[in-house]
C-alpha cells in the first residue's frame, strides 16, 4: 500500500525453509509486518527505525534517491500518510 504498486502487477514467491513453526510465523507477522500497519516507510516505530539505522551503520548517504530521482520523493517520505505524488507506475490499468 505505501507504493501504491498496482496488485495485479505484483506476484510474491516466498520460499519457508523446512521445519517452519507457527511460532516463527507469528513472530514474523508481530514483528515483521504487523508495525509497518502503523508506519508504512518505517520512520516512526522504534523496531522499524532500529533496523533502517541498522542497515547504515557507516551512516553513508542513501544511493537510491540519487540513482532514481523518480522515486526519490517516495523513498524519502517518511510520514505516516501514505505519498500522494506521482509515481512512474501511475495509470497502469489492471487488465480487463
Known amino acids: 500500500a505505501a507504493l501504491r504498486f498496482p496488485r495485479h502487477r ?3 514467491v516466498g520460499v519457508d525453509p523446512p521445519g517452519l513453526t507457527a511460532a516463527v510465523t507469528q513472530g514474523e ?3 515483521s509486518a504487523k508495525p509497518f500497519e502503523s508506519d508504512p516507510y ?3 516505530d522504534a523496531g522499524l527505525r532500529a533496523k533502517r539505522e541498522a542497515r547504515n551503520p557507516f551512516r553513508r548517504t542513501v544511493s537510491y ?3 532514481c530521482p523518480a522515486l526519490a520523493p517516495l523513498i524519502s517520505q517518511c510520514l505516516r500518510l501514505p505519498y500522494s505524488g ?3 507506475w501511475d495509470g497502469w490499468a489492471a487488465p480487463r
Request: aromatic letters at 14%; a neutral charge.
Open 42 to 44: 518505517g520512520c516512526h
Open 10 to 12: 505484483f506476484h510474491f
Open 65 to 67: 534517491p540519487l540513482g
Open 86 to 88: 506521482p509515481l512512474p
Open 29 to 31: 507477522t508481530a514483528h
